[in-house]
């Protein structure tokens, strides 16, 4: 059953008349080159059309919002040297603004490795550092038969890749970071080690929710 209607009369074509009717009422309209191009009917498609392009507008503002918010949590976290979470407050709304450690999913940057040894700030080798076929011989049979039979000293010389060594910061390096004197050099090491979150909680009503958007789609 599908839609509760019988598999075997899916393909009828009364089923295909009404599931396909709108698809097959095709006009044609001139475009601005003066060329026919065909039209069909779509339901919902300008509601799918208007809020696709609210949401583009919405991540874009929420984007930049995001930004300001982080930046005056990095502000607080930098000053009070600390990385536990602190609270932020916009009249009834609260958020728990963290600063955590950048995940081993982000590798560091040669110079980020170079500025934070420089700075005897803690990282560590990836476990996801990989050796690999390269890829101009993964349809060699002949090759592949070679290898079989003995792989030392026959296959070339590149036929083994490596990624190279890869680090990322460890359960350390945030707090050490933390625990830099100079101010610019605390923020420039704690922005490569950490990555910030806020879970917020808005008090408003739902009619308060709507204004704003309204607002910011207006904008």
Known sequence: ???NIPIESINEPE???GFHNKAQEVTKTKTSNG????QIDVKELREYAALKYALKT??????EMKN???AVALEAFLLAARSESIQGVDGDTTASL????RTSRSALSDFEKETLDDLNIATEKSADSKVYINAK???DDELADKVEEALKGIVPDDFLLSTGEKFVTTSDSLRQAMEIKDMKDRRT???MVSTQAARCKFGGSHAEMITILDGVLKS
């Not at 919405?58 to 984007?63: A, H």
């Open 98 to 101: 963290q600063l955590r450690k």
């Open 189 to 191: 090491v704690v922005e």
């Open 15 to 17: 089923h295909e008349m």
């Open 58 to 63: 919405i991540e874009t503002v929420v984007d």
């Open 35 to 38: 060329k026919s191009k065909p």
């Open 137 to 139: 011989y993964a349809d």
């Open 68 to 70: 300001s918010v982080n």
């Open 1 to 3: 059953m599908v839609d």
